[in-house]
């Protein structure tokens, strides 16, 4: 897959179908247009292309009070696209210059005079251009002016639950991770590298990995113990993770996020670490002294180890 993030002269394309938006979360909703798209584009022998921004429009529009937390990452992102099959992404870097062009302006110059659009593929609520001004009826008056066809596809559910990045983040934020898989096709990741912490796990026969995130503006849950699964390279691993104060050993308030690996005692200090977020087991809670914690950590192990039984 060609990752473009500058177009310019030398940037050709081969009469591209293309579709656009943020695609944050790449959910089964997105997955069914990218497949449409991607399919009638090999039938026709023509091109795939997704355009996307960098960084997330509002950030650019609103830096004073942004607050959009990202499900994905850009190199998330990238990967989950790849796997559908796209010939090419576009990463186009959204300026406030660029916010104030209108829908025509930048259908007539961007998609039309730099990309060439032969054809778009567009979600039942996409809009887009200066104010979100573009609507679909719009898309397809611009496209018989300038000679591309337009498609809307219907909204994708989940039982009678229309999938959208807004449900996705709001289920992750509450906890809520296995749903927010569900509506995303594949399970919610965070990513990072491994530090050190206090050690106290270790202490208590529970080592645990300090994860380190390499983005902070992606999403996680809510505090609380999840079951989840840990790849280091290759290898995959069960735990538990926390996401939280510690409020039993520490009073900082500063929020950790800590996997202890099941049946696994080796030092992986600096590495990278990808972890899969499953289940909700509980919340965060004080413990009265280290014993309770240490029996409730016991507790915890042999909930995910019970899930992980019925998950396989």
């Given amino acids: 897959m060609r990752v473009v993030r500058q177009l310019n002269s030398e940037t050709k394309f081969n009469h591209p179908i293309l579709t656009l938006g943020t695609y ?8 069914e247009i990218i497949q ?22 509002r950030k650019v529009l609103y830096p004073d009070s942004y607050s959009v937390k990202l499900i994905d990452t850009v190199d998330e992102k990238l990967a989950k696209l790849e796997k559908l099959g796209l010939d090419t992404v576009i990463l186009f870097p959204f300026t406030k210059e660029f916010s104030r062009l209108s829908a025509m302006e930048f259908v007539r110059d961007v998609l039309v005079n730099q990309i060439g659009v032969s054809e778009m593929h567009i979600g039942h609520d996409h809009h887009f251009g200066k104010n979100r001004e573009g609507s679909f009826q719009e898309l397809q008056e611009l496209g ?69 995130l390499d983005n902070t503006e992606k999403i996680f849950p809510k505090n609380g113990v999840y ?17 939280g104060t510690r409020p039993t050993v520490a009073n900082n308030g500063q929020i950790t996020i800590e996997i202890y690996l099941f049946d696994f005692n080796e030092e992986i200090y600096d590495q990278q670490i990808k972890v899969e977020v499953m289940q909700h087991i509980r919340d965060e809670k004080r413990f009265e002294n280290i014993e309770d914690l240490k029996h409730q950590i016991q507790l915890d192990e042999i909930t995910a180890r019970t899930y992980f039984s019925l998950y396989k």
């Fill in 24 to 31: 944050d979360g790449v959910h089964l909703g997105h997955q």
């Fill in 36 to 57: 449409s798209l991607v399919e009638k584009a090999k039938r026709e022998n023509k091109e795939s292309v997704l355009f996307t921004f960098e960084p997330h429009p």
């Fill in 227 to 243: 079951a989840a699964k840990a790849y280091l390279g290759d290898r995959s691993i069960f735990g538990v993770m926390n996401i």
């Fill in 144 to 212: 018989e002016l300038y000679n591309f066809k337009v498609f809307q596809l219907p909204a994708i559910s989940v039982g009678e639950i229309t999938i959208s990045s807004t449900k996705i983040r709001n289920a992750i934020l509450e906890g809520n991770a296995e749903y927010a898989s569900g509506l995303m096709g594949s399970p919610f990741v965070l990513q990072g590298k491994v530090v050190k912490g206090q050690q106290i796990g270790r202490t208590i026969g529970f080592p645990t990995a300090n994860i380190d």
